[in-house]
């Protein structure tokens, strides 16, 4: 049977199940979820199945002829208005990435690693996200965790290291003052994630 049929019938019993989720059930919890999100965007663009977010925030996947409830999708886009997880914020950058013509491996939910690490040709692109965060003192932990971490993986001189944030004011504000020589000698650019999906790198 082929993967998008395998998806299918997955989803057929466990409707609004993420990609790590049916990773998890065809594959392992080892096994990147690349390829089953690659086959399920593939799917939502012929129109058999519907990618939507979930009350928990994560990205679900239901059948096209089994959506989930009108009233569900109204409730999910007014709590999430504005406030990107950290994992939309990832699903956004692969489309945008891909787009300009990158492969990309994600570190999708708490796994470990690289949170998205984009290649094409010999450029390698290191990019580390974060969500929208619940208040203010926890952006700016977000923003300087950001940091530190990028930080602390800058080990090739040729690649290119990004933070990536939601396009809020709080974090633009914390991006804009960072002092220029601070940018110059790293060389750290800013991404903002729209709650659109719509990219902009900041240098």
């Given at each position: ?113 690289i949170d998205v690490l984009a290649t ?40 290119r290291y990004s933070i ?40």
């Amino acid at each position: 049977m082929a993967l998008a049929d395998r998806i299918i019938e997955l989803i057929k019993s466990i409707p609004g199940a993420t990609d790590r989720e049916i990773t998890d059930r065809l594959f392992s919890t080892s096994t990147h979820p690349s390829q089953i999100n690659q086959t399920c965007r593939l799917l939502e663009g012929r129109g058999s199945l519907v990618r939507q977010q979930r009350s928990d925030g994560k990205i679900g996947n239901f059948l096209s002829d089994c959506p989930p409830p009108v009233a569900l999708r109204k409730a999910n886009r007014s709590a999430v208005e504005g406030l990107l997880s950290e994992d939309m914020v990832k699903e956004a950058l692969e489309t945008w990435l891909i787009a300009n013509g990158w492969a990309v491996e994600i570190a999708w939910g708490k796994i470990r690693g690289i949170d998205v690490l984009a290649t094409r040709d010999s450029e390698r692109w290191i990019i580390e996200a974060k969500g929208c965060g619940s208040s203010p003192p926890m952006r700016v932990t977000y923003f300087l965790c950001a940091m530190g971490e990028t930080l602390q993986r800058m080990d090739e001189s040729a690649a290119r290291y990004s933070i990536a944030f939601p396009d809020m004011k709080q974090f633009r504000g914390l991006w804009e003052r960072l002092p220029p020589l601070a940018k110059a000698r790293t060389g750290v650019t800013a991404i903002f994630v729209g709650e659109g999906g719509d990219v902009e790198e900041v240098k």
